[in-house]
């Protein structure tokens, strides 16, 4: 079993819908979770920190299960510039060493 | 915000020669950084981790004698690919942590290798 494991996507989706991304983890003492975006050819770029009550940033809500090793991340009301693939991050028990999901493509058309 | 480059951000080299690449945290001390591969399509994946003024921790299948990391200073580690093949052709991005208060991962920009 892979590590990190993301729904395979690519996700199409018309502007605004409301779109889920999934996430496992194989490892139960991870400590810290996050949600990347990568635009092609460039750089992950920090999305949100994952907290275990859940939380909130504008249109994106990230929650965590720590019971089910499950991230989640909704995005509501997508826009055109949401279109990027999402990476699902885990660190081991330290909170170092990140772990990359496969990522999941989204394109939110027109 | 923290933030990292990376030096140069395209390189085309024939196969055989050597090539470093830099990255530099410019407004923090970065107390570890990383080195990540992403090829076409996929996902980056961890190569080795640098602590400043220690050998690097390589992952599993990474040849250490291939990827020379250097990390000599608390705002400057480099990547030397050597004997570069065409298999080696990939995105290399580096990140860095160290900022207070966080155990975030601040990105370099990545640099794509092409070996012909």
């Known amino acids: 079993r892979k590590e990190v494991e993301q729904d395979p996507g690519p996700f199409n989706v018309p502007e605004g819908a409301t779109v889920a991304f999934n996430c496992t983890y194989s490892?139960?003492?991870?400590?810290?979770f996050f949600w990347y975006r990568q635009d092609c050819r460039k750089e992950p770029k920090l999305l949100m920190s994952?907290?275990?009550s859940g939380n909130e940033d504008g249109r994106f809500t990230a929650q965590l299960n720590r019971a089910s090793q499950y991230i989640s991340l909704l995005i509501r009301d997508s826009k055109l510039s949401d279109s990027a693939t999402y990476l699902c991050?885990?660190?081991?028990?330290?909170?170092?060493?990140?772990?990359f999901g496969p990522g999941t493509r989204l394109s939110v058309l027109p | 915000g923290a933030v990292v480059s990376q030096h140069p951000s395209r390189v085309i080299c024939k196969s055989g020669t050597s090539v470093k690449i830099e990255c530099r945290s410019l407004?923090?001390?970065?107390?570890?950084m990383f080195w990540y591969r992403q090829f076409p399509k996929q996902s980056l994946m961890l190569m080795a981790t640098?602590?400043?003024?220690?050998?690097?921790?390589?992952e599993q299948g990474v040849e250490k004698d291939k990827f020379l990391i250097n990390h000599a200073s608390l705002t400057l580690s480099t990547l030397t690919v050597t004997s570069a093949h065409p298999e080696d052709s990939s995105f290399y991005i580096c990140?860095?942590?160290?900022?207070?208060?966080?155990?975030?991962?601040?990105f370099g920009p990545g640099t794509r290798l092409t070996v012909l």
């Open positions: 990140s860095a942590t160290g900022l207070a208060g966080t155990n975030e991962q601040f």
């Open positions: 490892n139960s003492a991870s400590q810290s």
């Open positions: 994952v907290y275990s």
């Open positions: 991050v885990v660190t081991n028990q330290h909170g170092q060493n990140f772990v």
């Open positions: 407004d923090f001390q970065a107390t570890t």
């Open positions: 640098s602590n400043e003024g220690s050998k690097a921790t390589y």
